[in-house]
């Protein structure tokens, strides 16, 4: 089995989703803002892809931009989804998780933000997992980890390669300046400890919802600075 054939990002909304190609169909990296299914349609039948061939949707965590079209994609592909069981009821819901803003100056912007507030159609998760899934199969050698901090059910997906889907545990240009922390986060703390399990698992490419595609080498040099101070 090969860890994976081809990776690819759609931006849907504010959030960028990510297509993984297994050996048994597809893997879909979180769902988008509300109304985006047409533009996920529109790119699967740019590259030939049966919507039917998406086997898995992983929801990174339950905020507004990134579970947005979850239930219209669920309802095209008829694939399974995955969340985290601390994230599970918000889901259920229809809720996003609540959003806390970093600092007072992110608290300005995000009130701009759709992850603050947004309600959108709940879904019943398939697949409920707490630490150390192995998405094997869904024919690719990568697991799920359980990375809390921005929410407190926040996972990633890390393949055998290095690949690393983290959601919003880290964030890159436009919502952070230089790619680093998240400008919301429940706990701090755990971002970093995350940070830390993320490097310990072998990421060595993040792929950021929120920014583009940095070296964990990012993450190493920022810990290495916190720990000086
Ligand atoms: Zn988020």
């Known amino acids: 089995m090969r860890s994976m054939k081809e990776i690819m990002k759609i931006r849907l909304g504010v959030a960028s989703s990510f297509l993984i190609e297994g050996e048994k ?3 879909l990296v979180d769902a988008g803002l509300k109304k985006k299914e047409k533009k996920l349609l529109r790119f699967l039948k740019k590259n030939r892809i049966n919507p039917m061939e ?6 990174t965590h339950v905020h507004g931009d990134h579970v947005g079209s979850l239930k219209s994609i669920q309802e095209i592909t008829h694939a399974k989804v ?9 889901l259920i819901k229809g809720k996003s998780h609540p959003a806390k803003p970093i600092s007072k100056f992110y608290e300005k912007i995000s009130s701009f933000m759709p992850e603050k507030s947004h309600r959108y159609d ?4 398939d697949i409920v997992v707490e630490d150390n899934y192995s998405l094997q199969d869904f024919g690719i050698k990568a697991k799920i980890i359980h990375t809390p901090g921005h929410t407190k059910g926040s996972i990633s997906l890390i393949d ?5 889907f983290i959601g919003d545990i880290a964030m890159g240009f436009p919502m952070n300046f230089k790619a680093g922390l998240p400008i919301i986060a429940e706990n701090l703390d755990e971002v970093k400890k995350s940070w830390k399990r993320i490097l310990e ?13 940095v070296s964990s080498k990012v993450l190493k040099k920022l810990l290495e600075k916190k720990e000086k101070k």
Not at 54 to 59: E, S
Not at 82 to 90: A, I, Y
Not at 122 to 125: G, H
């Open 54 to 59: 998406i086997k898995l949707i992983v929801i």
């Open 82 to 90: 995955l969340v985290h069981q601390e994230e599970k009821e918000f």
């Open 201 to 213: 698992e072998g990421a060595k490419t993040l792929h950021l919802s929120h920014g583009g595609i």
């Open 25 to 27: 169909g597809y893997i």
């Open 122 to 125: 709940a879904v019943e998760p």
């Open 160 to 164: 055998e390669q290095g690949n690393a």
